[in-house]
């Protein structure tokens, strides 16, 4: 069975850089195919793609935000990470992580319970 | 590529059908036969419903099915029930490794 938890700050203050954990279980970051996402969605609005991790470490980000986001995996530990720099209040949003193999494709069948991030001072 | 667009609210009676439309872009639902549909009640995470334009995952009710046509794609849920009352999102790939979704469409049953 496939979980995965997304685990961070749930305050931030502006200009200030956040960084998010998603632990997963059930799924391996080696395994040919697999990839964990970041998705997230502001109160009351729609889904955002932010990015995603491979198997093979090949990451991909949304254009309008690449370059404030960085994704990491940690297999030993079952972990990937999100940082996202110089946060706005626009960026307040429930973040969420999510799972894909070749058998979903560019679907995501797993996610996580998300995590509500405030910005603000 | 900008998001996908949904109507924003759909309604139905008990058992009846509904559509959702989710229009997109040559460049994304056009092209790619990737389009995915997500259920998501209030307080919840995201359900996948709908994959690849018409493919049910397993446990979903064949009540929910999709379809595309040019840059256009749709889910219909036949015989509405009271558990169908949520936001429904589609998502579809846009190329160059990225996704987008839709602006997000809430089903009221009447």
């Known amino acids: 069975q496939i979980t995965l938890r997304e685990s961070g700050p749930s305050l931030v203050e502006p200009t200030q850089t956040l960084t998010l954990t998603c632990n997963f279980s059930?799924?391996?970051?080696?395994?040919?195919?697999?990839?964990v996402g970041w998705i997230r969605q502001p109160p009351g609005g729609a889904l955002e793609w932010l990015g995603i991790?491979?198997?093979?470490?090949?990451?991909r980000y949304s254009p309008s935000l690449k370059t404030r986001l960085t994704i990491t995996k940690d297999t030993s530990k079952n972990q990937v990470v999100l940082t996202m720099t110089n946060v706005l209040p626009v960026d307040t949003a429930t973040y969420y992580c999510?799972?894909?193999?070749?058998?979903?494709?560019?679907?995501?069948?797993?996610w996580g319970q998300g995590t509500l991030v405030t910005v603000s001072s | 590529h900008s998001a996908l667009t949904q109507p924003a609210s759909v309604s139905g009676s008990f058992g009846q059908s509904i559509s959702i439309s989710c229009s997109g872009t040559?460049?994304?639902?056009?092209?790619?036969?990737?389009v995915s549909w997500y259920q998501q009640h209030p307080g919840k995470a995201p359900k996948l419903i709908i994959s690849?334009?018409?493919k049910r995952p397993s446990g979903v009710s064949d009540r929910f099915s999709g379809s595309k046509s040019g840059n256009t794609a749709s889910m219909t849920i036949s015989g509405l029930q009271a558990e169908d009352e949520a936001d429904y999102y589609c998502?579809?790939?846009?190329?160059?490794?990225?996704?987008?979704f839709g602006g997000g469409t809430k089903v009221t049953v009447l």
């Open positions: 040559s460049r994304d639902i056009g092209t790619y036969d990737l």
């Open positions: 991790i491979f198997w093979d470490g090949d990451k």
């Open positions: 999510a799972h894909r193999d070749y058998s979903s494709d560019w679907a995501f069948d797993y």
């Open positions: 059930g799924l391996s970051l080696t395994t040919n195919g697999v990839g």
């Open positions: 690849h334009v018409t």
């Open positions: 998502c579809s790939y846009a190329g160059s490794t990225t996704v987008i």
